[in-house]
């Protein structure tokens, strides 16, 4: 079992949605990272999240240290926000150098 | 702008051919990272560096080796190219207890 488990794996919306992609995570962390790449680019960083919640334009993302979860919410969707978002996290103590990656998920969104 | 360099956006090589990937970052940062990405298996670490001349293996170092010499160059070297290290090779890196920021990533082709 991966210890970085997102859903869905496949996301299709339409213009305008509210969308939701679920990050669920196994072991202690330092932080979680949500990352997005479009096809054929590198990796964008959108948010390092430790606790609570972060916004930055249409984008939401939060964190539940507790139940070990975080959710991306995008709003009013775009097909610009067309691409593949990745959940990462970044271990706590000696290993905390590494990101273990979920295994992304495709969004599209069509006009 | 901040910015991860890598060399090539695509490369071809043949098989048994000694490859070196090249990583450069303008930051100052510490720790620099090298992934590959596999379709269905998302993103994983080759090795990383946290600091000029010191290394770590990561989850598959098995026919890589790597090379810091410099603060901000970060080289991956396949030793003898294989058919099944054709893959995406990202770089990264950051500074400690920040986010990452990454290359644009090399496509390589092993024939």
Not at chain 1, 58 to 79: D, V
Not at chain 1, 87 to 96: H, K, P
Request: net charge positive.
């Amino acid at each position: 079992k991966n210890e970085v488990e997102q859903s869905p794996q496949n996301l299709t919306a339409q213009e305008g949605e509210f969308i939701t992609i679920n990050c669920s995570y196994s072991v202690g962390i330092s932080a979680l990272h949500w990352l997005q790449q479009h096809p054929g680019g590198g990796i964008v960083s959108l948010f390092m999240l430790s606790s609570g919640k972060k916004k930055h334009g249409r984008l939401i993302a939060t964190i539940n240290i507790q139940e070990k979860h975080s959710s991306l919410h995008i709003t009013a969707s775009h097909p610009r926000d067309s691409a593949v978002y990745i959940c990462a996290v970044r271990g706590s103590g000696g290993s905390n150098y590494k990101l273990t990656f979920g295994k992304g998920t495709l969004l599209t969104v069509n006009p | 702008d901040v910015k991860v360099t890598q060399s090539s956006r695509y490369l071809v090589k043949r098989t048994g051919e000694k490859v070196f990937l090249e990583c450069v970052q303008d930051m100052d940062h510490e720790n620099m990272f090298w992934y590959r990405q596999d379709p269905g298996l998302g993103l994983r670490l080759i090795y990383f560096s946290y600091d000029v001349k010191m290394k770590e293996k990561g989850d598959i170092p098995e026919g890589y080796s790597v090379s810091r010499e410099k603060k901000e160059r970060f080289s991956l070297i396949l030793e003898s190219a294989s058919t099944n290290q054709t893959s995406m090779y990202l770089c990264a890196s950051r500074q400690n207890n920040y986010g990452y920021t990454f290359g644009s990533g090399t496509r390589l082709t092993v024939v």
